[in-house]
């Protein structure tokens, strides 16, 4: 370990505080390999000294009428554009993604606040006056209290922004463990967020691994639990949080399907399955991980798509403006990646582009590869890769295809692209998830939509983003009023 390296603190009450924990595990710039600062492994301890910190912060919170609340927020998104290119950049630094790619990151995450500035609409609650007798009901949508969230490295700011702005705007008080291996965007996130006004101890970060989630999940001290990683850790995550009295949202992975008709236009086609298998190296858990071409389509999907990845510009993100795709995570990742694909060919794949070959000697990099002939009965088939490898089937039917996206287990995302609209009828009715595209790559929603993942691809009840993000936030509570007098009397009371 170099020691001018910086070993990050911890965010609570508006200030940084070391870690009580000494161990420290390293974050890469992944385009070069270099540790750019450490992430403590911080401890229980720190866990529980955070949620104080936010408990204590809660009552003011809560109390702040809901037009000064959204006032914070508003100034919270004019900050977040100001530092705009700054902030992308800082993703591009730590997690390897091309700046177009940060700059999404970003500007999804930044659309979450702009739907949390509406928050004293969102929160209007419902009235139903004469209910009975001079009897008025009302309902009301109330926070819960310290809520926390657990989010994965793919996307440094779009993630931990579904959850905080939202349990932020409705009263509640956050405790952020972000992935220790992009840390330092949800740093200036919170920093910046202080900046706009937030009180201390609103918002706090605990850095660490295993046994800060644990502790998240387990203090009762913390009402909700929000959670985006693999699906395994996500069963165990809601397990643990449910467990412990808690409301839990756990999102996990994916396995999307993207399915090319015969009548499919081909340019268009190739284009969205590109971005949608290789944006952000393959990273994300709407990346498209399947490619079927029904029938005929086959063999023509496999050519274009061969030629559109030899065509991808891989290269370094932090000093190539003009890079395609950049690496994966860290040397972990890419050796798993090259384990897969090594495999491939003895469960009975042919490998038609290899991304061991042709790319960056220096950094984490796995080239575009495509694997032809895949079967529902590989594991390549079940199993997330999560990177930029493309599988590519060839069923005989739209009814073939759909049995075989149903069977896999997973529910995030399938697409369709065919210009036949009872095609297109018949596949958005039965795939069984909860995010379709026709004619669309990537079926994720804005921020006014939940991120509704279906099967082993969620763990829950009510999503993040959108009405289900307010909904998981707060509780209900039901006031019936009344105060006739003269009614009274009548009773004889």
């Known amino acids: 370990m170099n020691s001018s390296t910086p070993t990050l603190q911890n965010y609570s009450g508006g200030q940084w505080t070391p870690s009580t924990g000494t161990p420290t595990v390293p974050v890469f710039n992944p385009s070069t390999g270099q540790i750019i600062a450490n992430t403590p492994l911080s401890t229980a301890a720190d866990v529980d000294q955070a949620v104080r910190t936010a408990a204590k912060a809660f009552p003011g919170w809560s109390e702040t009428p809901v037009y000064k609340r959204a006032?914070?927020?508003?100034?919270?998104?004019?900050?977040?554009?100001?530092?705009?290119t700054e902030i992308a950049q800082l993703i591009t630094r730590e997690n390897g993604k091309t700046f177009a790619?940060?700059?999404?990151?970003?500007?999804?995450?930044?659309?979450?606040?702009?739907?949390?500035?509406?928050?004293?609409?969102?929160?209007?609650?419902?009235?139903?006056?004469?209910?009975?007798?001079?009897?008025?009901?009302?309902?009301?949508l109330e926070p819960l209290g310290v809520c926390a969230g657990i989010t994965p490295f793919n996307f440094p700011a779009m993630v931990p922004m579904w959850m905080y702005p939202l349990a932020i705007a409705c009263g509640n008080c956050f405790v952020l463990k972000p992935s220790e291996k992009v840390p330092l965007t949800?740093?200036?996130?919170?920093?910046?967020?202080?900046?706009?006004?937030?009180?201390p101890g609103v918002f706090n970060i605990v850095h660490g691994g295993r046994e800060v989630v644990e502790a998240i999940c387990t203090h009762p001290g913390i009402a909700a639990v929000s959670f985006v990683g693999s699906s395994n850790v996500a069963e165990r995550v809601y397990q643990l949080g449910c467990g412990s009295g808690k409301?839990?949202?756990?999102?996990?992975?994916?396995?999307?399907?993207?399915?090319?008709m015969p009548d499919a236009d081909p340019d268009s086609t190739v284009r969205a399955i590109m971005g949608a298998a290789f944006g952000c190296a393959g990273q994300r858990c709407m990346a498209g991980s399947i490619v079927m071409g029904v029938g005929k389509a086959g063999q023509g999907?496999?050519?274009?798509?061969?030629?559109?990845t030899n065509a991808l510009k891989v290269l370094p993100t932090d000093q190539s403006p003009e890079s395609e795709m950049g690496p994966v995570i860290d040397g972990g990742a890419r050796d798993r990646l090259f384990s897969l694909i090594e495999k491939s060919r003895s469960e009975g794949a042919s490998i038609v582009r290899d991304g061991r070959n042709g790319i960056p000697s220096k950094g984490f990099f796995v080239g575009p590869t495509l694997l032809d002939h895949v079967t529902p009965g590989m594991d390549l088939a079940r199993t997330e890769l999560f990177g930029p490898v493309l599988s590519i089937g060839r069923p005989d039917s739209l009814d073939a295809a759909i049995q075989w996206i149903n069977g896999g287990g997973y529910g995030n995302g399938a697409v369709i692209f065919t210009r036949d609209g009872g095609a297109a009828r018949e596949f958005s009715r039965k795939v069984q998830c909860g995010m379709i595209g026709v004619n669309v790559g990537v079926p994720a929603p804005m921020a006014v939509f939940a991120f509704s993942g279906w099967n082993r691809s969620f763990f829950g009840d009510l999503h993040v983003q959108g009405m289900e993000g307010i909904r998981f936030y707060t509780r209900q509570k039901v006031v019936f009023s009344r105060w006739d007098d003269a009614y009274v009397r009548t009773m004889g009371w």
């Not at 995450?109 to 009901?137: N, R, S, W």
């Open 186 to 199: 949800a740093n200036r996130l919170a920093e910046l967020f202080t900046e706009a006004g937030l009180p």
């Open 247 to 260: 409301r839990v949202q756990a999102a996990g992975g994916a396995k999307n399907v993207m399915l090319v």
């Open 71 to 84: 006032t914070v927020l508003f100034q919270y998104k004019a900050l977040l554009e100001q530092h705009f």
């Open 301 to 308: 999907v496999v050519d274009r798509l061969h030629a559109a």
């Open 101 to 140: 790619e940060a700059q999404g990151d970003l500007r999804r995450g930044i659309e979450v606040v702009e739907f949390a500035c509406g928050i004293p609409h969102l929160l209007k609650g419902e009235t139903l006056p004469q209910i009975a007798a001079v009897m008025d009901g009302a309902s009301t």
